[in-house]
């Protein structure tokens, strides 16, 4: 089953059918050959927005999304129909809102980065350039970085189907990376001097569903002293991964992973 993500303004007919155009009916017919009478599911762009409501307690908690799963109905020049078959609710989303703060790396890497965060379950993604970042983007640059990588994100999106297309942000400072967690309720900061496992599977362990999590991870060349001095007093966790020192792009993986696993339901 193939999944997109489309807008509200594409449903036609009372919210009966739906229009494909553009690049992903090109996708649909020239790529994947599909055909009158297959199915296909949507998420809608604008159901994230209401994915953490407030509960009787004052409390954040998931609000489960939904899949629309459609029939195709016609096919045409440049334009696909799909009818409504059924509404399901989406399982696809973790129970929190997990946010990472990745130091620039070399190359590509950032590429992979987001493609295995959005298939680990990420929320959001926010570049940040550190001390020892090797790679410095001015503003021109930056955005064109940004629109590769949330285009990545959706196609990641896609494919581990999940229900909306997690955001990458344009790239900050260490500083105002910080300050952006001011309101979160986690913050963690793997890092290669920091020791105790038991405490790191503690606070794992201690983490609730509906709540923000920051993961902070450095560049190749790790966090300076000074960067990991402000996250202490910004009241971060400073916590080991392990006796191994693990690569930028493998960090955060493991991270994502340990997360997925104690919040999955």
């Known amino acids: 089953m193939y999944h997109f993500f489309a807008d509200s303004s594409q449903l036609i007919d009372g919210g009966k059918r739906i229009v494909i155009t553009d690049s992903d009916y090109n996708h649909m017919v020239n790529v994947l050959r599909l055909k009158v009478g ?33 029939g195709i109905e016609s096919i045409k020049d440049n334009e696909l129909i799909g009818e409504l078959r059924f509404i399901k609710e989406s399982g696809a989303e973790l129970p929190s809102r997990i946010y990472l703060f990745q130091g620039l790396p070399k190359s590509d890497k950032m590429e992979l980065i987001i493609q295995k965060a959005v298939e680990l379950g990420v929320y959001q993604v926010i570049p940040v350039s550190m001390k020892r970042s090797v790679v410095k ?33 344009m790239p900050v400072n260490f500083r105002e990376a910080v300050k952006l967690c001011e309101e979160m309720d986690v913050k963690l900061l793997p890092y ?17 569903p509906g709540q923000k999590i920051a993961i902070f991870v450095g560049p190749e ?12 007093e910004s009241g971060f966790n400073v916590i080991t991964m392990g006796k191994r020192i693990l690569r930028t ?3 955060g993986f493991t991270m994502l992973a340990w997360l997925m696993y104690h919040l999955e339901v």
Request: proline content about 2%; overall charge negative.
């Open 137 to 169: 983007l001015d503003d021109k640059r930056a955005a064109n970085k940004v629109k590769r990588w949330q285009a990545i994100s959706e196609a990641a999106a896609k494919q581990s189907k999940r229900a909306f297309v997690p955001e990458i942000q």
């Open 249 to 251: 792009e493998t960090a």
């Open 192 to 208: 290669e001097m920091a020791d105790g496992m038991d405490r790191t599977r503690e606070l794992i362990n201690s983490i609730k």
């Open 38 to 70: 297959e199915e296909f599911s949507v998420s809608f762009r604008e159901e994230e927005l209401s994915t953490v409501a407030e509960n009787d307690n004052g409390e954040d908690e998931p609000v489960a999304t939904r899949e629309y799963r459609f």
């Open 221 to 232: 060349g790790g966090f300076a002293e000074e960067e990991v001095k402000t996250a202490r």
